[in-house]
């Protein structure tokens, strides 16, 4: 029996596809995220006393070497997966891998898709030994210091009490206070902060890196996945906030910061606060942040503009207000539009987030979405192909609205698996491409690129570094419908 140290763990972030794969994903060119979760795990366990290391592979995808290298001389007892739908297939893989090493390493796995199919994954998957539902800090850390032995009293976790019962112990009782939390052990991401790259032209300057200052949305919108914090919004302080942003800056020479909050201006007063903080004692560090139309106004957004907001994002998500309004709460078009202008007006770029796709779509409601958006001052679009993830609420009832292929490996947002009643895969693709190249073929838009090779010079870098790929992907994408 080979002997591994019950005060370690190998936390791995899955790439979701094969390696051979990742030089052709265009999302991954235009874009690669730290993860911020798992970061933020290491951070806590060790100041728990106990050692973590991070790989991660999509960053870097030939990473099964790494894996391997890692689990035979470290030896570690526990292996930790953060999943999404679209990767925890390639989790599984990475487990069996891990297995196949360390016979007795115990497999832990956390993250939205985990806790939003609870038992599920214990009765499908034997490789894994434990789930973590929830929020991972503190329960990874408990499950670890009892070696995963005698863990009854260990709060938000499933594991198999014995060979046939799978057990859930239930809710933590209390949520982490975010500012008695470390920051992020960002040095525990192998080249970071060079080796992760913020979407093209949406940042002045590079390095960049992302931040997450808030867990949780008090919203419910048919189409997002509240397993793991709820309907629960906690928030860190101005304070920390600013404290975080001087870390970056100053540990690792970061100069753009993406805020990943589902909510960031939610609580008005803290962000009132961090951006007078960022004002009166400035750093050389601009950011962009999501917000929600309900909590944005002109005061607030010129604020920010000082402060050194560069881009906000709004979640649109399509311009047929009868559509939307079936989807999520305070469905007006017509307020979003004015927060878009008032956005523009204080000076700040913005992106407005749209779905194709969503049960009860049309043709019709499409081309809605393509005047909404030229008619209102969006200069970035990102359109996502609806996806019903599980722990969303359309999730159990999505069979009933449409077709639905539900292959996990696909379910990143980037794939129609979902077909509404009334629409075909092929026709929505069509009108995807259409809208895509309609917003990029306007003169304004076409200028605006233009400007980035002075306002985002180091965007228009990586297009002409990465220039095959990117004309690979535009012929692809040739012209269709109309």
């Known amino acids: 029996m080979t002997f591994l140290n019950s005060k370690n763990i190998l936390l791995v972030h899955p790439l ?62 526990f292996l930790g ?9 390639d989790g599984i893989r990475t487990a069996k891998l891990a297995k196949s090493i360390l016979p007795d390493i115990k497999v832990i796995f ?97 390095p960049s890196s992302s931040c997450i200052s808030s867990r949780g949305c008090p919203y419910a919108c048919s189409y997002c996945d509240r397993s793991v914090f709820g309907r629960s919004f906690r928030y860190n302080s101005a304070e920390y906030l600013y404290e975080h942003v001087n870390y970056l800056s100053d540990r690792f020479g970061v100069k753009h910061i993406i805020f990943y909050d589902d909510q960031f201006t939610f609580r008005r007063d803290r962000v009132i606060d961090f951006a007078k903080m960022m004002i009166n004692r400035p750093r050389k560090i601009s950011f962009n942040c999501v917000a929600r139309a309900e909590h944005i106004d002109y005061e607030l957004l010129l604020l920010l503009k000082e402060a050194g907001c560069w881009m906000i994002s709004l979640g649109i998500e399509t311009g047929d207000e009868n559509l939307l309004a079936q989807h999520r709460q305070n469905a007006n078009l017509s307020m979003l539009s004015e927060k878009l202008h008032l956005i523009k007006k204080a000076g700040i770029r913005t992106k407005g987030l749209f779905m194709m796709g969503l049960p009860g779509e049309t043709e019709a409601g499409i081309r809605k979405s393509m005047e909404y958006l030229f008619s209102n001052p969006i200069d970035e679009l990102n359109i996502a192909k609806f996806t019903p993830f599980p722990g969303s609420p359309i999730y159990e009832k999505v069979h009933e609205l449409g077709q639905f292929n539900e292959d996990w490996n696909k379910m990143d947002c980037m794939n129609f698996l979902f077909v509404p009643e009334g629409m075909t895969k092929e026709r929505l693709e069509e009108l995807f491409k259409l809208f895509y190249r309609k917003h990029f073929m306007r003169p304004e838009i076409l200028l605006g690129y233009m400007s980035m090779i002075w306002r985002s010079t180091d965007s228009w870098k990586r297009v002409m570094q990465n220039l095959t790929a990117f004309l690979r992907f535009a012929r692809s994408n040739k012209r269709l419908g109309n």
């Open 16 to 77: 979701g596809y094969k390696k051979e794969a990742a030089g052709k994903d265009i999302s991954r060119i235009a874009s690669i995220i730290p993860p911020i979760g798992l970061a933020s795990i290491a951070a806590y366990l060790e100041k728990r006393r106990i050692d973590a290391s991070i790989i991660d592979c999509y960053a870097r995808p030939d990473s099964d070497s790494l894996i391997r290298g890692y689990l035979e001389s470290e030896k570690p007892a």
């Open 81 to 89: 997966l953060s999943c999404t739908t679209s990767t925890f297939l």
């Open 110 to 206: 956390g993250g939205a898709h985990v806790s939003a199919l609870k038992e599920r994954i214990l009765e499908n998957f034997p490789v894994v030994d434990f789930t973590v539902i929830g929020e991972g800090e503190e329960t990874l850390a408990e499950l670890m210091e009892k070696n995963g032995e005698n863990i009854s009293s260990v709060s938000g976790i499933i594991y198999r009490e014995k060979e046939d019962e799978i057990r859930y112990t239930g809710q933590r009782a209390t949520a982490l206070d975010l500012d008695e939390l470390p920051f992020p052990s960002y040095e525990k991401l192998e080249g970071f902060p060079s080796a992760y790259k913020a979407s093209l032209f949406s940042y002045p300057k590079a």
